[in-house]
């Protein structure tokens, strides 16, 4: 295997949102790396952190928001390395848009209602480069087309209201993916679209990776889309990484309670007529976190030490880390009979005997009709 060339640095980032009931610790000492060429997946719960730890790489944190002192964010580029964390709003300025792009969670918001779509994407492209008008009407052009909406010579002349959210969702992926970013971070970039159209995304995000060698920062919910796209998997509760690993070591060997609890409650297991479970609770509210592991209140596996202080980090063959006092020591936890078969699951829900077979190398987009069927929200109308 070649060696990884690491892009993005992140330690110990702190960003908390200054309340009047307190500090809302929205991500609270958050540690990881991302590498060239790779898909970075995050998954986890509403309100766990995700967008706010992408807004901080983009120096989009704002008051009542600080990213707090002693936070790292050491971003290694083409033309700039910099701990974006401390840069100056210049320095941010510069990559922002340029080798770092963002799809935003809400395209309605990002877009600016005021110009057509082609102003907006032809804006970005010539930020960046010196090229003239008709060039950049024909790359507007061809990035629409590429992101699969259909009569783009004419789209490319209307306002973000005239189109609906499905079609704004992708022109924000035309706008993000114009410069080439070297890490392109996208948040829940296919949640609003209808399943074609998620595989078109997803399968674009594969082909600008092994084109361009972009890094990908995936954020979503769901499991299904991590499986199909990302080469590591962070997931995160409550402000952190509680479990880190290659996305076919995940699959087949969780370990973090929550993970396990985030796979058996997989909507597409549904379709064998499976119960769904239901991991029982919510998200501890970040200005008032336990003492103890913050997952505690919900975890099956809790210990009386679990209540009394921060789990360690344990570190597993092959760069597999997880937060969990089951494997601190000598006592590591096997998975039980319910999580096995929670692992088959997936397999299943992936239409594959096997992991080798379901993590291959030329990772396809699997579509899943299940979940095609039952979300309605669509793209186009
Ligand atoms: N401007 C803000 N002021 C106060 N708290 C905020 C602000 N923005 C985010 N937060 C808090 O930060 C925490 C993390 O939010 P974040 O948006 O990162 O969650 P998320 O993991 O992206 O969730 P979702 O999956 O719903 O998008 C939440 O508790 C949220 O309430
Ligand atoms: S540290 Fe304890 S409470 Fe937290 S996830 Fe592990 S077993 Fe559960
Ligand atoms: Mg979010």
């Not at 769901?222 to 070591?249: F, I, P, T």
Request: with cysteine; charged share 25%; glycine share 8%.
């Amino acid at each position: 295997m070649s060696k990884r060339e690491t892009i993005l640095d992140v330690e110990n980032l702190r960003v908390y949102f200054h309340t009047k009931k307190g500090d809302s610790k929205a991500v609270d000492g958050n540690h990881f790396r991302m590498y060239e060429k790779e898909t970075l997946a995050i998954v986890g719960e509403s309100g766990c952190g995700k967008s706010v730890t992408a807004m901080s790489i983009l120096g989009l944190v704002s008051e009542p928001g600080e990213i707090m002192p002693g936070s790292k964010i050491l971003y290694t580029g083409n033309d700039y390395n910099l701990d974006l964390a401390t840069a100056s709003i210049d320095d941010k300025r510069k990559v922002r848009g340029n080798e770092i792009s963002m799809i935003f969670q809400e395209p309605m918001t990002a877009l600016n209602p005021v110009f057509t779509v082609g102003d907006q994407i032809e804006e970005n492209i010539r930020i960046h480069e010196d090229v003239s008008s008709e060039e950049c009407r024909k790359r507007a052009i061809e990035l629409l087309g590429k992101v699969g909406i259909s009569r783009p010579e004419q789209v490319i002349d209307n306002y973000p209201f005239q189109l609906s959210g499905g079609m704004c969702q992708r022109v924000m992926i035309a706008m993000a993916l114009s410069c080439n970013p070297k890490l392109l971070i996208a948040d829940e970039p296919t949640t609003a679209l209808d399943v074609t159209i998620q595989a078109q995304i997803l399968k674009l995000m594969n082909e600008l990776k092994d084109e361009t060698g972009t890094s990908i920062m995936l954020i979503t919910h769901d499991l299904g889309v991590v499986a199909q796209v990302a080469d590591w998997v962070n997931v995160m509760y409550a402000g952190k990484v509680v479990e880190s690993a290659d996305v076919r070591e995940l699959f087949t060997n969780p370990k973090h309670p929550y993970t396990l609890g985030l796979m058996a409650s997989m909507p597409s297991l549904a379709q064998n007529g499976a119960r769904l479970n239901v991991i029982e609770g919510t998200v501890p509210n970040p200005v008032y976190l336990p003492e103890g592991c913050y997952f505690a209140d919900r975890c099956t596996k809790c210990q009386a030490r679990c209540l009394k202080g921060q789990p360690p980090v344990i570190e597993m063959p092959n760069g597999h880390t997880v937060s969990c006092f089951l494997y601190d020591g000598n006592e590591n936890e096997e998975l039980d009979e319910a999580d096995r078969r929670t692992v088959a699951e997936v397999l299943a829900m992936l239409n594959k005997d096997s992991a080798d077979e379901a993590f291959d190398d030329e990772k396809t987009v699997i579509i899943d009709i299940d979940k095609d069927q039952t979300d309605g929200s669509g793209g186009d109308r």
